[in-house]
């Protein structure tokens, strides 16, 4: 099985709770974590990049949905609104992952999803609001 990257949102009574450590002893899922905001008393955000064979990963995902996850594809929750860009290309040197080029072609700003890891550095830094993160 190819890596999955995900976005799951917990609610706050799930944040002390072993979620990855599941993943990896039931389910016998490899995991790398791309960005987590989990506080104390808090709803918590942990994208993931899951690797294990399709029946664990699938029981793993079910796993999580069972104790109240919200469990996302990565690719849905940025975007780009090629309406309001206007090449300026201020969020390119920002992105760690080079999700955000300049086409040498057509000097557009090209967004590639799956090279995204939602750090949200683009969606700050863009001052037309292009980029989005939608939770």
Do not use: W
Request: hydrophobic content about 40%; aromatic content about 8%.
């Amino acid at each position: 099985m190819e890596r999955i990257k995900i976005v799951l949102h917990f609610p706050k009574q799930m944040v002390d709770q072993p979620i990855v450590y599941k993943l990896v002893k039931d389910f016998n899922l490899a995991f790398n974590i791309l960005k987590a905001e989990i506080n104390p008393n808090e709803e918590g955000l942990l994208v993931l990049e899951l690797k294990g064979n399709e029946t664990n990963y699938k029981k793993g995902i079910e796993y999580l949905k069972s104790e109240g996850v919200k469990v996302q594809p990565l690719s849905q929750d940025v975007s780009m609104d090629k309406n309001c860009c206007v090449e300026c290309t201020v969020c390119i040197p920002l992105c760690p992952t080079q999700a955000l080029v300049k086409d040498a072609k057509t000097e557009e700003v090209k967004f590639f999803k799956d090279k995204c890891i939602v750090c949200g550095m683009c969606v700050k830094a863009c001052p037309y609001g292009a980029m989005k993160i939608e939770f």
